[in-house]
């Protein structure tokens, strides 16, 4: 099971969050979930099955994804927590920056490649940071010489 922010809406009052989810079973089984967190509850937005799920497997998908989900979205994080964003109350994970960062995105990216999975996404998961900044880690990693180039430059 994976987890990782969608996106983040902020206003006066606080801030809402929306997560992707994603379970893989071993038979080929997936379900695909959005769920939305505001003023420190869980909502399920949509879900995704294919096959489609039972009545008896939807309502237990609550079970599957809630350890993980309310950990990704810092549900029941004590303040002051390591890493908690004290603007939201969400939970980010600490990532480490400079050279040693762009490494380990390299390795996430290359073994996404090597698993047959989306390499963006995988380090979407792995950085807790939306498209556009990991798609940025990943650019620092190839100009830091871990990645081959996307093209040749003309």
Known sequence: MSVWPA????DDAGATAWFGIRLEFGDGARVD??????????????VRAEPALSLDDLTAL??????????ACGVGAGPGAD??????????PAWPRGVEGQWLVAQKYRAAQEQG????????RATGQDRRKSLRLIGQA?????LTRRRARR
């Not at 996106?7 to 902020?10: I, K, P, T």
């Not at 979930?33 to 949509?46: N, T, Y």
């Not at 999975?117 to 979407?124: G, Q, R, S, Y």
């Open 7 to 10: 996106w983040a809406v902020r």
């Open 33 to 46: 979930a959005l769920a939305v967190v505001c003023e420190g509850c869980v909502s399920i937005e949509d």
């Open 62 to 71: 609550a079970d599957w994804i809630e350890a993980p989900l309310s950990e």
């Open 83 to 92: 890493g908690e964003d004290a603007g939201s109350g969400l939970v980010v």
């Open 117 to 124: 999975v989306d390499p963006v996404l995988a380090v979407m």
């Open 142 to 146: 190839r100009d830091a010489g871990f």
